[in-house]
């Protein structure tokens, strides 16, 4: 396996891990919930650069088309109902994102983007690690070097240095007698930083070579851990079981792991719901647990309210939905209409992922989604998802320069055999 990136101009490098890291930023990436306007400014020197450069050759506008499915209904939705600012705003920002993703894939191609998505995590969670280890009793203390406001959010984000950010809300570890701060990444929350890094795991593959997999593994494991997300907790169950399949590993190796894992799951679990300090029940006690709760009483009050335009339709403001999202809330609030032009872009990517393989690292994020985090739909959702894509859809960068290699390569053999028949 080839794991390496192409030589090409700087220009052209920096452009890729910049643009595929915008395309993970818009909301619920911390640069798009705080700096939206400066993604959009970055997002539109991008597209500019690549078609300039003639570097997007191949755009897909089907999967462009399907990409604005659901944000245009949302924005008819949004100027039926009056709320015409933020229907445009999120309209445009939707579409930026849209020919940012399709631009980037047909100028870089799957494997590049996959390769700058994977490292960008291991160093956001490599810094992570690094930072809580040198300074573990200022972490441990909350004292931070710097604290910022996140938008929509009461208290202030803390960073420390070299690169660490914790999220506002701590999290009380009864049973350790630990009041601990919550890493969020580049993300604004823990509980959608994990989704990814657990995403990043399962694509390592086409990254690392096997002797530098483990330590990346474990580095990206600690920040999950690190998170103290309950959904990345059972995300990491997920991906152990899933890894052992998606490498050449014997089969009694994926026995073992697979064993091991559904036993210390198994465990965990009775632990979660059986354990008063610990589990479930102290949970349901944080304020993450009772605006779940809060969003479960609005799913079972309004389920027959509008089911097919949804909540939206009404204006109804007062929900807490956008804020404890998941997929029943987001088809509360967008109706089945709404939720089934949304999938729009997914049975497309599906059809085109040729091997279920490729479709791991959406796992996590998918479930992250189905549980917990307004996460469907999103660009940093849809990004992933179509990082799933069959590399011969969307070539890119790194095929051409191996296919070029590979003539070239032939070349100079051909060359040298007709010097020896000489």
């Known amino acids: 396996m080839n794991n390496k990136i192409p030589k090409n101009s700087k220009s052209h490098i920096i452009a890729a891990v910049l643009g595929t890291n915008a395309c993970i930023q818009f909301q619920p990436g911390l640069v798009g919930q705080n700096l939206g306007i400066v993604l959009l400014l970055i997002s539109f020197a991008l597209v500019a650069f690549l078609l300039i450069t003639q570097k997007a050759t191949n755009i897909q506008y089907v999967l462009l088309g ?4 659901y944000p245009t209904y949302a924005l008819c939705i949004s100027l039926s109902t009056g709320v015409v600012r933020d229907g445009v705003k999120g309209y445009l920002l939707s579409v930026t994102h849209g020919i940012l993703l399709v631009t980037m894939l047909s100028a870089f191609g799957v494997k590049l983007m996959r390769w700058c998505f994977a490292w960008t995590m291991l160093v956001v969670a490599g810094l992570l690690v690094i930072t809580t280890l040198v300074r573990f009793s200022a972490v441990l203390a909350h004292a931070g070097d710097v604290s910022f406001d996140i938008k929509h959010y009461t208290t202030p984000a803390i960073w420390f240095a070299p690169f660490a950010l914790f999220w506002p809300r701590s999290a009380d570890v009864t049973f350790l007698n630990l009041d601990l701060p919550r890493a969020i990444g580049i993300f604004r929350e823990p509980g959608v930083f994990q989704a990814f890094l657990c995403a990043a795991m399962l694509s390592l593959g086409d990254v690392l070579r096997r002797r530098y997999l483990i330590v990346a593994l474990v580095i990206l494991a600690i920040a999950v851990i690190l998170t103290l997300s309950t959904a990345g907790f059972v995300n990491l169950f997920v991906v152990a079981a899933i890894l052992p399949f998606g490498y050449e590993f014997p089969r009694k190796t994926k026995i073992a792991v697979v064993s091991v894992t559904a036993l210390v799951a198994f465990s965990a679990f009775y632990f979660y719901f059986y354990n008063a300090e610990g589990g479930l029940e102290s949970k349901l006690q944080t304020v993450s647990g009772r605006e779940r709760i809060d969003a479960v009483d ?11 335009l ?27 209409a709404g939720f ?35 996460l469907w739909a999103t660009g940093p959702l849809l990004t992933i998802l179509a990082l799933a894509v069959r590399e011969r859809i969307f070539p890119g960068e ?15 053999r051909g060359a040298i055999d007709d010097e020896e028949t000489a």
């Open 398 to 412: 790194l095929d051409r320069f191996q296919h070029s290699a590979k003539r070239q390569k032939s070349y100079k």
């Open 310 to 336: 949804g909540l939206r339709s009404q204006y109804l403001g007062d929900l807490v939905v956008s804020q404890t999202g998941s997929i029943p809330s987001f088809v509360l609030w967008e109706g089945i």
């Open 298 to 308: 609005e799913l079972k009050d309004h389920i027959g309210t509008s089911r097919i």
């Open 340 to 374: 089934a032009l949304s999938l729009a872009p997914f049975f497309w990517i599906l059809l085109k992922s040729g091997h279920l393989k490729n479709l791991a690292p959406t796992i996590p994020v998918l479930l992250t989604a189905l549980s917990s985090q307004p």
């Open 66 to 69: 399907l990409l604005l499915c």
